[in-house]
């Protein structure tokens, strides 16, 4: 047995920390689960593979729960360093791969449970939210284990799997996947848990409503009042089938743009450091977006306007610990600029906004899809049912995957904040990134009453405010 | 027909040749300028020659309502004004509650125009059946509360007659002097009062129960119904402002080092002083109860009294925070005693009590540092701390008592500068700095440089409001980044405020969403938030072309005094002073945001996009 020893790095260790406490703050790992590892160059330049060991707490790690092994002999001590070293070997011996990470991303597990006798063969799972759709595919892989922890069968399975996705689900167990950095597979894991819950929205409002449907569709029932059909077992909602087909067949005209792909070039870069307030306010604000789970990890967007540049924060939702890039960039539009700084730059040229946000809140992308019953389209509008919501904004615009710019930015003018189907939300502030942050964050409320209303059983329509039906 | 929400009438009346007339409202300047305060200056330019003296005939005096005043919408009930200061010589833009500008709004007319000067005294009597100019010879030299009551004398119930006077100050042709309605809400800075003085104008009385239409009532009504229910969920307009009134900010901005002493020197306050003067120490010793202004949900009118020292009991309004820091701690005095009783006379007499708090502070470090000497105080020992003497001042200011009186009369500029300390005044543009000290916020700061009336926190950008009790709103206070545009987007929530007619203080509450719902309600048009801002920069170039067709030098103008590089004050932990180069910086962007060259001034195309019309070339 090759003489290991610790070999503790500040910076490595710091790293595992924050991301072993943000995915316990996320809510992908319980206490003790997952495990997490990347490829290091220790001071003698040797090649090592840094791992989470067997058992630890991610929420919780301390120094001498990091071990450092090297690439080609796995066993640390009397143990392996963790029941999964081989799998994360195997993958980070796949090209670019540098980092891997494994989690209980329970939203996405629970959104591909099926009562299928084992052996299983599960279908992918189809995302419908463009985060995951076009960060971790159109299919993300589901593989049934016999032994579905640390098994030769995932060692094998897994790596094959990851050299073509960047994410793998192992059904009823969890997911692992691959990274450039250690925060990109975080990223990844964040971004599958989010599209998990989407699809469990979106499932729960359809099965909420599909009775009404049914006796909408058919009215010799609805004379005869019988008692409509049983609702169909959970990932086999034809509704649901049919939004993921189409789209699969046509991801362009369901979704706003393409997101960038994750950039790992610009992780640490602060160009203000000097403006201590306004960075406080940039920090502050992205962790609110991460903690409150507005937006999932490094997603979504965030600026402050100067006169003539903008602070822009291109991965908005990012923990204290973790943190994100944060750029000074000038205010006119550059030949490089990707479509969401774009859109940044276009709603203040026409506008007096200090302050905008980007970000995905899951459970407004899941409501936008809403369809009420005896209708044939989603809504246009989410008029809050609860007190404070309902005065605070009586009605929030949404809009369809495509639209005209100036539209967006002629309703944050009269609302603050917006919801593109397939797009997210976009909320100004007057005055202040805190202004702005009010909104998604006001926004998940309302549509979580709006959807606990559905599955309650109760008419929407008759909760919603007459006036706000008009406005 | 008139557009839903005005009555399509502006009432022209010339004091020189005693002419009325009635003019149809151009519905262009209603749909480009809105109303109060934006109609109000686009009436004014129209009329007025830059060059015109303040204190002469021909100074315009213009006086709007709004679309929304006669509705139902929370404390629209305003009146604007807007005049050449004499304080300034500048645009004078002025904004007050009660229950006059309601009653204006009621006598069928959008907009009242003053021109001219009568031959003795007049006043105006307003109804919408007569509009007559009357003799007032029988209350000159009366002051507010005797001149009001005189002129409401013979209401009727349901038909109240309501009047808005001067007092011996506005006669005496002060520099700042008021123009009150119900006795204690005034069109207070820059010097409203002289300018009435001036035109022998003692008083305008209405009368009238003219009601507007409403375009769209359920829009009108969602708007009105959110406005409310917001100003009662925010802990300031909620309680805060009805239990203690603005002096009950005076403990809060010590919190945030923001509150002045000694003429601006520095923000150190004994704690067991300042807690005398605070809103809490008037709401237990001399709070007799809480009023609102018309429609006003809030309340932070205070109804005081005060046992002499020869035992009579004294009743006015007040103080609000900015009179009990002008003439409390910025003079270094913590006597409630003093300041009630101070504030009392100066109501009384028309003054305006934060330019005569900050010119009696400037003459108290004039004084100590011997440049006024006891021989132009007619030996009076005006230091520092002297809160006995300050009825006495307010005597003496009021009446331009010769000596002392004359030098006070004319504002703290005009005082250091005859001692030949111009740079003791704390003032930009001539117009006192209010209880705010702007070394504690930048964006305050940047707002007092740019305000078109001079250091006025109400026109400048509140600010302060924003960095301490904006709740979701909160700005970074000390960002050279942030401010210019932060202060420009409080100004133009500011100026559509006062073109809506509605309470600066709803702001703590809310910015312009549910008013834009409310006014396209009421008028049937989309006033969008958009359009509502394209508004607000309309009227800012307009009042910025008219400072500089008057003769505004920003370079040497849109600054502050240089007590505000020079010393720092301690606040978050760290020295904190504005240097020059700080100051040219975020005035400079402040321009950019504007679009206004980086000299200051709207350039042609900006002022064509915002279908301006200039009167020079
Ligand atoms: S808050 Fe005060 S000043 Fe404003 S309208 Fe109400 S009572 Fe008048």
Redesign the pocket.
Known sequence: MAPYKWQASEDIFRLFHSIGHASLLYDIQDSHSGNMAMRWKNAQGEEMIVITATGSQKGDLEPNHLCYLSPGETDFGYYKASSETDIHVNILSLPGAQASMHAHVKELIMATLDDQPAPKTPLPFVPVDPLAFYHLGPEIPVDWFAVPSGSPEMAKTIPARLADHPLTIIYGHGAMTRGRTLKETFFNLCLANNAGYIVRLIERQIRSTRAKRQALKTPEKQEKNLVPEAPLPVGQSPELEELRSKIKAAPESHFHFRPTPYNTDIENRCDFPEEDEILKEFRKTGNRLFESRLSPFHTGSMSVRGVDYLLYAPQASMPYEVGGPLLKLPLAPNPGDDTELLLHKKIYAESDFQALIHAYVPEAEAHAHFIYPGEETPIEKIIPVDAEGSFMYLVIPVLPPKFDEARLVSLLHDYRVVVVRGGGVWAAGGLSLSEALHHPSSVREICLYRLAALERGLDLRKMEPEKAKKW | MAIPGYHGRVLEINLTTGNIKVEALDAQDVLLYLGGRGLATKLFYDRIEPSADPLGPDNVIVIASSPLVGSQAP?A??GHMVYKSPLTGYIGTSNS??TWGHTFKATGYDALIIRGRASHPVFIDLSPEKIEILDASHLWGKNVPESTDSLTAGSTPGNLYRALVIGPAGENLVKYAVVANDKN?VYGRGGPGAVFGSKNLKGIRVRGREKITIADEARYRSGVDQAIYLLKQAPI?KRL?RELG?AGLILLINVINMLPHRNFLDVNHDEEKLERISGEAIARGYLEKA???????????RHTAVKTADGRVRRGEGPEYETTVLMGPVCDVYDLYYIIQANYLANELGLDTVTFGGTVACAMELFEKGYLTPEQTDGLEIKFGRGDLLEKLVDLAAYRRPGLGSLLAEGSYRLAAACGHPELAMQVKKLEIPGYDPRASYAQALGYMTSPTGACHLRGGYAVSLAFFGGTKEIPRFSLLQSPIAIRNMQNTGILQDSLG?????GFSFAIEPWARIVSGITGYDFSTAHLEEIANRIAALERLFNLEAGLKPEEEDVLPSRFSEIPIMSEGKPRAISRENMIQMRRDYYRARGWNDDGRPGESYLREMKIEPKKA
């Open positions: 404390t009930a305003r509650g009660g809400r307009t402002m603005t009023g609102s202004c018309y429609l006003c949900p809030i309340g932070c009118q509605v309470c600066r203080f709803t």
